[in-house]
């Protein structure tokens, strides 16, 4: 039985758990945090996207991107400064924003939302985890008829790979979700994705978790940082853990989001993932509360029904590694939020809207890296943006696929 230790217990790390065990691992999952899910997957839009895996890299960022450098889209803020790698991630980005880069990078995102998709469903078949999953679809609102005509060569992809989308009217959509009554500006028209879900991420893994200790004899370590990888002759022998002991193993996956310190700087890869922070807010649903998820495309702002309760996320913010909490900025989401949909969640004073703050790990592609380290037994598993929920499943399949294709290559002789 192969031992592996995956480092990172955010949703990346517990989808790659559960299809490690399946496969027959002995899998220890090792976390600085006392609990999973606390670092981007904590509180995050909840969205399954499997209709609107979309790489953010596109032609139509790149129109907007002299308003955002200019700070005129409140949505995003732009802190530029003088690090190479950050500059070349920047160049990096642009080049993936024209229209081919675009389609390959979407029709791959697309492909692993689709495999999440599946692999949920089976898992669900299986198994009740409480974690407010909820298949009632998705809705993207257009100010002008225009904006969304723009996106009709994509939406015709979609449907050529079995995505199901809808272009609706207003009054076709309110049919469908009467929340969209509260919003008081123009909605020209809507894009409805029938098969989208959502549901807490954290939730998620700390329902899975359990299952997987019981099942398939998951070990875990919370409250340990990773310190080092340690090999013999180009082969994984072991996990450091600060100031602990070493875990002995022959596989170690990195689900470490945007933290590529593990690696040493040679092996790094220059300018592949840059944290980008976004903020949400999560707050008891009025009667009047969406069912169906709802993208407000003007401001940016993703509505998620969780339960009693509605997420809103949104804001991306580039510039040096931090995810300090800024109150200035939460504040101008929060009152965006309230703006477009406040009828449908409870915002008075005395009302705890729990703020969070968090850091996409974007990679230029919006791909995430999924592949084999510079050792022998050593695996890549982050960079999943904005859709980590959306392809943790996928995203988990896929390295399994590349670790197993490994164990089949021969063995190097020893010197
Ligand atoms: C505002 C916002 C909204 C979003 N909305 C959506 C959405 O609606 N749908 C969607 O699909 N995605 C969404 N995302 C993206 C999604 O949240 C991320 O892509 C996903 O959570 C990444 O998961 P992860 O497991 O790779 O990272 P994380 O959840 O950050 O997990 C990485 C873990 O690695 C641990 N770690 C790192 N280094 C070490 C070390 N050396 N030792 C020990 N532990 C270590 C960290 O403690 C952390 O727990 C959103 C993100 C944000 C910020």
Redesign the pocket.
């Known amino acids: 039985m192969p031992r592996t230790v995956i480092?990172?217990?955010?949703?990346?790390?517990?989808a790659t758990a559960w299809l490690l065990c399946r496969a027959g691992h002995a899998v220890t999952l090792?976390?600085?945090?006392l609990q999973?899910?606390?670092?981007?997957?904590?509180a995050?839009?909840?969205?399954?996207?499997y209709g609107y895996g979309d790489a953010l890299a596109s032609p139509a960022m790149r129109r907007k991107l002299p308003a955002i450098a200019l700070g005129l889209d409140p949505a995003f803020r732009v802190r530029l400064h003088a690090d190479p790698e950050f500059l070349v991630w920047g160049l990096r980005f642009l080049l993936e924003s024209s229209p081919g880069r675009f389609i390959d990078n979407t029709c791959e995102l697309l492909a692993m939302a689709a495999t999440t998709r599946q692999l949920l469903e089976e898992l669900l078949r299986e198994l009740t985890l409480p974690f407010d999953h909820t298949r009632s679809g998705k809705m993207i609102l257009y100010d002008t008829a225009q904006a969304c005509e723009a996106g009709a060569a994509v939406r015709q992809l979609k449907q050529r790979m079995g995505i199901r989308q809808e272009v609706l009217d207003r009054a076709e959509a309110t049919a469908i979700e009467p929340a969209l009554s509260l919003y008081r500006e123009t909605i020209e028209r809507v894009v409805w994705s029938e098969d989208d879900a959502?549901g807490r991420?954290d939730a998620f893994c700390r329902a899975l978790m359990p299952v997987l200790e019981r099942q398939h004899g998951l070990q875990t370590r919370f409250g340990?940082?990773?310190?080092a990888i340690v090999h013999e002759r180009g082969q994984v022998t072991g996990l450091a853990l600060q100031g602990g002991p070493t875990l002995a193993c022959e596989h170690v996956v990195l689900?470490?989001?945007?933290?590529l310190?593990?690696l040493p700087r040679r092996h790094r890869p220059f300018a592949g993932v840059w944290p980008?922070?976004?903020?949400?807010l999560t707050a008891p649903a009025t009667a009047r509360a969406m069912h169906v998820s709802i993208t407000d495309l003007k401001r940016k702002i993703?509505f998620?029904r969780l339960g009693d309760e509605v997420r809103a996320?949104?804001?991306a913010d580039l510039g040096p590694h931090t995810t300090r909490f800024d109150d200035g900025r939460f504040a101008s989401f929060r009152d965006a939020a309230v703006q477009a949909f406040g009828g449908a969640f409870c915002h008075g004073s005395g009302v705890d809207l729990q703020p969070w703050?968090?850091?996409?790990?974007c990679t230029p592609t919006s791909r995430p890296i999924v592949r084999n380290g510079w050792l022998r037994g050593l695996h890549l598993?982050?960079?999943?943006?904005?859709?980590?929920?959306?392809?943790?499943l996928g995203s988990a399949q896929q390295l399994l696929r590349v670790m197993q294709a490994q164990a089949s290559e021969p063995r190097p002789a020893p010197a």
């Open positions: 480092v990172g217990a955010g949703v990346i790390g517990v090792v976390d600085r945090h999973p899910a606390q670092g981007a997957s904590r995050n839009g909840a969205q399954l996207s959502a991420p340990h940082e990773a310190s689900a470490t989001g945007a933290a310190g593990l980008v922070q976004g903020y949400s993703v998620a996320a949104g804001l703050t968090g850091s996409r790990p598993n982050l960079g999943h943006g904005s859709l980590g929920w959306t392809l943790s």
